[in-house]
Structure formats: C-alpha cells, structure tokens
C-alpha cells in the first residue's frame, strides 16, 4: 500500500488524498505490527506498559477513521472513473482493500453470533429446584 501510494501520489487529480490514504493505512498498520511483534517476541508475555496500550487504543481508533476516509474516497472513484480521475491501480487496490476488510468483518461477526447462538441452545438448561418439593 505504501509503495503503490508513493508510485501514484501525483497521478489522482480527481482524488489527490486517495494515495495518502495508501500510504497512511500502510504506515499504520506497519507501525501496530511490529509493537505487537515486539512484545510477542521480546517480552515473554508481559504485559505491555499502560501508555503503549494507550497508544495502541489510540492508533486502533485512528485506523477505524481511516478506513471510514477510505471509504469515502475509494468508492466513488471506483464507482465512477470519468469523474473521478486517478490511478487505475490505485483506486483498485484501495477498493478491494476495503471489501477485503468489510467482507472479513462481516464473516468475523458472523461466526461470533452463530458461535453464540449455537452455545446458547446447545447448553442444556440446569434445574435449581430439582431437590425440592414442588409445593402442593
């Protein structure tokens, strides 16, 4: 993303902040990798210091912005290309980006509901008044 972002930061007249975008997502997600590979690697499962998690709720939200800036970048120069003059691959590959990560959320979101679902009405009911008598 970064690459493809730099290679085309002046190639998008119809959407000049699309490659920033590229670029931005890219260094975002590098930048969160290698805090959760440093701390996997190196740390022997401690926990990680307050203020890097504070950092990392921070970049987490950021990121969510970025992908919502994303979408209001990236699709409608996907949708309509006359319009919207940029990069051919540029745009494809912010677009495909984003219906990547909706469609893996979607299916992530899925399992978790069936998951639950299914234990809810698999777990059998207990009886906490199985040892008394019923009242008559």
Excluded at 30 to 52: A, N
Excluded at 77 to 94: G, K
């Amino acid at each position: 993303m970064i690459a493809i972002g730099i290679i085309h930061r002046n190639d998008c007249s119809g959407q000049p902040l699309l490659p920033m975008w590229l670029i931005v997502m890219g260094l975002s997600a590098i930048i969160k990798t290698v805090i959760k590979m440093y701390y996997y690697i190196f740390q022997d499962g401690e926990r990680e210091p307050y203020i890097l998690r504070l950092f990392e709720n921070l970049l987490d939200f950021g990121l969510f912005a970025c992908f919502m800036i994303g979408c209001y970048l990236s699709i409608p120069a996907y949708l309509d290309p006359d319009r919207y003059v940029c990069d051919f691959f540029a745009v494809n590959l912010s677009f495909f980006f984003l219906l990547i990560y909706i469609v893996g959320s979607m299916a992530i979101a899925c399992f978790c509901c069936s998951s639950a679902i299914y234990y809810i009405f698999t777990t059998p009911v207990q009886n906490h008044h199985s040892d008394r008598e019923s009242p008559v």
